[in-house]
């Protein structure tokens, strides 16, 4: 079965480094999310992009975020300057067009730790 | 605004024994709901949905929620525990009305069988 990957699983940065996180997607999937979870707390949403743009994001997602489809598979949320508390796991997950296709798959994650 | 709560913190079942995780949600419009189940270390992963149709609906691993409109609920069920559903399980929803709207979570229950 498909299965949205993410790499790295984990990553450690010093505070100001600039990280990027990769994600490929569910191939024939066109929706793409972003979501993170920081420890103990819910799964907060920060960023949707379809054909090529960014669809939808929330308050959480500030110039320092930015993402990227760079190439037919890859989708990539890079932090500019991380901040202690951008220290969380991030979840990228996919979905189908069309009717009937509502459901996001979700990656297994990348843990961010800044330090 | 969208909102998703799950009131347990915890819940704890004896195993072969019912189970029931409680979600309530709010939302503008028709909802879009899922459940989602966390193991340690993992992402997340689609148990169930309710689009439309029937209200009863069934899901992975003997899951199944029950989509109650009136009281804005969609509490997950499952008729017997096994250790390995110990986990932590998250209710989501979006709203119906754009196709690109993002997935709102509880905070997650988590789910302790005992043998």
């Known amino acids: 079965e498909p299965e949205v990957t993410q790499t790295p699983s984990h990553q450690v940065t010093q505070m100001g480094q600039e990280v990027i996180l990769r994600c490929v997607p569910i191939?024939?999937?066109?929706?793409f999310y972003w979501y993170r979870q920081i420890l103990g707390q819910k799964v907060e949403f920060l960023v949707s992009f379809y054909n090529n743009e960014i669809s939808e994001k929330s308050e959480i997602f500030d110039d320092q975020f930015s993402v990227e489809r760079p190439d037919g598979s890859n989708f990539t949320l890079k932090i500019r300057s991380t901040k202690l508390e951008d220290s969380a796991m991030y979840f990228c997950a996919s979905r189908a067009t069309g009717t009937g296709r509502e459901t996001q798959y979700f990656g297994p994650g990348t843990r961010l730790l800044v330090l | 605004a969208q909102s998703v709560a799950q009131p347990e913190d915890q819940v704890n079942v004896a195993e072969g024994n019912p189970l029931t995780v409680k979600c309530t949600y709010s939302v503008s419009g028709n909802p879009y709901l899922f459940w989602y189940v966390q193991y340690p270390n993992r992402g997340l992963q689609f148990l169930l949905k309710?689009?439309?149709?029937?209200?009863l609906v069934k899901g992975s691993y003997g899951f199944e929620a029950e989509f109650n409109k009136s009281q804005t609920s969609f509490h997950l069920k499952k008729p017997s525990a096994l250790v390995s559903d110990s986990a932590l399980y998250f209710c989501?929803?979006?709203?119906?009305?754009?196709?690109?709207?993002?997935?709102?979570f509880g905070k997650g229950t988590r789910l302790s069988v005992i043998a």
């Open positions: 309710y689009i439309t149709g029937d209200n």
């Open positions: 191939s024939n999937h066109l929706y």
């Open positions: 989501a929803v979006r709203a119906s009305l754009s196709g690109n709207t993002p997935l709102v």
